[in-house]
């Protein structure tokens, strides 16, 4: 090559503009960037995964930074802040003499949709140090049907360690929906229950920490990709469900008296708040399989939402959906004003509606796209929401339904 030209992209002097030389090799400035850039990229991949204990967050640092945005569920923050914090200490504790391994203790929310596991997970996210990925369980077949493989999930986890798999084996994983592969019934079937209890049979080995061959960039699309090798031995799992009608089954089994004389002393049940006695034998009954209720010791519940939690949901956390709507109008240079009483009536359509939290959301925005279409082309400083508007707008939504 000749001597006034770039080694490693063949630009000439004239075309580089500058050459830097060295012993026998000429790199031009664009290569020079080129390679800082890529230097860039993997120090700051190392640096993002590298868990440091003296850095760790404590559990109550945890629940207060998830306090900002997630109201009430203290029982569930309380599990998942211990939970993340021992998974920290684990995956940087140090072999001793002793050699006492601490295992993983993967855990299941329970709860009504709407009242807040997939946001906890979302939120929780935010404060970790280590890959973290979101799935969805619905999706989920077995090999060979229509569907995604149960691999997938750490090729998302891969995808988040930015395909580090060092990183990947300390991450946490939050499958959620994951009532939805629970088993359809005891009767036996002449079709396979290819996305029920085939899927939580395959989830087994990655629940349990076992060397899985993950394809990088998705199975199904990518037959000729090579297989990456994971060991989920340390990665935690959190999963999360609603269970719907399950709120029967525990009743059922805190009524079920056996013959003879009532126990005095037995503790009044709060049929206002039926999720807090669940058991594992519910989860059984609901058409999980014992070996996966066994790979996830930890169970916890979420607390229906009351008419004041719904309230402060609406109001108090950082993304609300009040200031959200009140950031979008500010960015048209408009200040967003709702009165009390609307507040109050969104409250009360959303526990008439039985959405929980989501419930919110649908009715703020059947009230403001009207005036979200409206106001960017009024050129107007302030706008109030009155009840008298929002009653309007919902009534003429749901007529338009029931029509």
């Known amino acids: 090559m000749a001597k006034n030209t770039c080694n490693f992209c063949g630009r000439s002097e004239r075309d580089a503009g500058l050459l830097i030389s060295g012993i026998g090799v000429n790199i031009c400035a664009n290569c020079v960037e080129s390679a800082h850039k890529i230097l860039e990229e993997e120090f700051k991949r190392q640096k993002e995964f590298k868990v440091d204990t003296a850095e760790t967050p404590k559990p109550r640092e945890i629940k207060a930074f998830l306090d900002q945005y997630v109201i009430g569920q203290d029982e569930a923050k309380k599990f998942l802040s211990v939970a993340v914090y021992n998974h920290y200490k684990r995956i940087s504790q140090l072999t001793d003499d002793n050699d006492v391994e ?10 009504a949709t709407g009242t807040g596991k997939t946001l906890l997970a979302r939120t929780i996210a935010k404060k970790l140090h280590v890959p973290f990925t979101i799935v969805d369980a619905t999706v989920l077949t077995e090999a060979g049907y229509v569907g995604e493989d149960i691999e997938s999930i750490l090729t998302r986890l891969l995808q988040a360690a930015d395909y580090n798999v060092a990183a990947a084996e300390k991450g946490i994983v939050f499958i959620d929906e994951i009532d939805k592969i629970a088993r359809k019934g005891d009767n036996p079937s002449i079709t396979r229950d290819v996305s029920g209890e085939g899927v939580q049979q395959g989830l087994l080995k990655l629940l349990e920490g076992s060397v899985v061959l993950v394809p990088p960039q998705g199975g199904r699309k990518h037959p000729e990709q090579k297989m990456v090798e994971v060991n ?7 999963c999360g469900g609603a269970f719907d009608g ?3 089954r525990i009743a059922s089994r805190l009524n079920t008296n056996v013959v003879g004389f009532r126990d005095k002393t037995s503790v ?6 039926i ?9 059984k009954a609901f058409g999980l399989i014992p070996e996966i209720i066994g790979r996830l010791p930890i169970l916890t ?3 229906p939402l009351d008419r004041n939690a719904l309230k402060r949901i609406l109001i108090e956390p950082k993304n609300s959906i009040i200031k959200q709507y009140q950031k979008l109008f500010g960015m048209d240079n408009v200040e ?5 009483e609307v507040i109050d009536y969104v409250v009360d359509k959303a526990i008439e509606y039985k959405l929980g939290a989501r419930g919110l959301r649908s009715i703020v925005e059947t009230i403001m796209i009207d005036v979200m279409f409206d106001i960017p082309s009024e050129h107007k400083d302030k706008l109030r929401i009155q009840l008298e508007y929002a009653k309007d707008k919902v009534e003429k939504a749901s007529s338009k339904m029931i029509a």
């Open 102 to 111: 601490i295992e993983k203790s993967n855990i299941i929310m329970v709860g």
């Open 232 to 238: 989920t031995k340390n990665i935690l799992f959190i």
């Open 246 to 248: 399950i709120e029967k």
């Open 336 to 340: 967003l004003s709702f009165d009390e």
């Open 301 to 303: 519940y979420l607390e």
């Open 275 to 283: 999720m807090q006695y669940i058991s594992p034998q519910d989860l």
């Open 268 to 273: 009044a049940i709060d049929k206002s708040n």
